[in-house]
C-alpha cells in the first residue's frame, strides 16, 4: 500500500538546521510532484516547498525562500528538505505530500524551533 513516512524532527536552537526526509513506497514516485507542507498549532496547513517529478523546478514560499531546500532522489523514492537558520516561527508539524491526479500524505514529524 502507499507509504509516505517522515523523519528528522525534532528539538532546535534558533539559528540551527534539520534535514528533513520522507521515504515514499507503494507508488511510482517519480511520476508524482512531491510537497513539504507544515501546519503550527491553530493555524492553517501551509505548502512549504514543492519539486517537479524530476527534481529540475522548486518552488518555495517567501517565508523560507533562501532557507529551505527541496530535493529529491527517486532512485531511492524518496524527498529531503534541508531547512537551516531556523526560526521559532517555523515551529510546527511538517508533512509530505504526493500529487498527481490524487495526493498522498504522511503522518508528518514534529518541528521545534526553541532556546
Known amino acids: 500500500q502507499v507509504q509516505l513516512v517522515e523523519s528528522g524532527g525534532g528539538l532546535v536552537q534558533p539559528g540551527g538546521s534539520l534535514r528533513l526526509s520522507c521515504a515514499a513506497s507503494?507508488?511510482?514516485?517519480?511520476?508524482?510532484?512531491m510537497r513539504w507542507y507544515r501546519q503550527a498549532p491553530g493555524k492553517e496547513r501551509e505548502l512549504v516547498a514543492s519539486?517537479?517529478?524530476?527534481?529540475?523546478?522548486?518552488t518555495y514560499a517567501d517565508s523560507v525562500k533562501g532557507r529551505f531546500t527541496i530535493s529529491r532522489d527517486n532512485a531511492k523514492t524518496t524527498v529531503f528538505l534541508q531547512m537551516n537558520s531556523l526560526k521559532s516561527e517555523d515551529s510546527a508539524v511538517y508533512y509530505c505530500?504526493?500529487?498527481?491526479?490524487?495526493?498522498?500524505w504522511g503522518q508528518g514529524t514534529q518541528v521545534t524551533v526553541s532556546s
Open positions: 505530500c504526493a500529487s498527481l491526479r490524487s495526493s498522498y
Open positions: 507503494g507508488f511510482t514516485f517519480s511520476d508524482y510532484v
Open positions: 519539486i517537479s517529478r524530476n527534481g529540475v523546478t522548486t
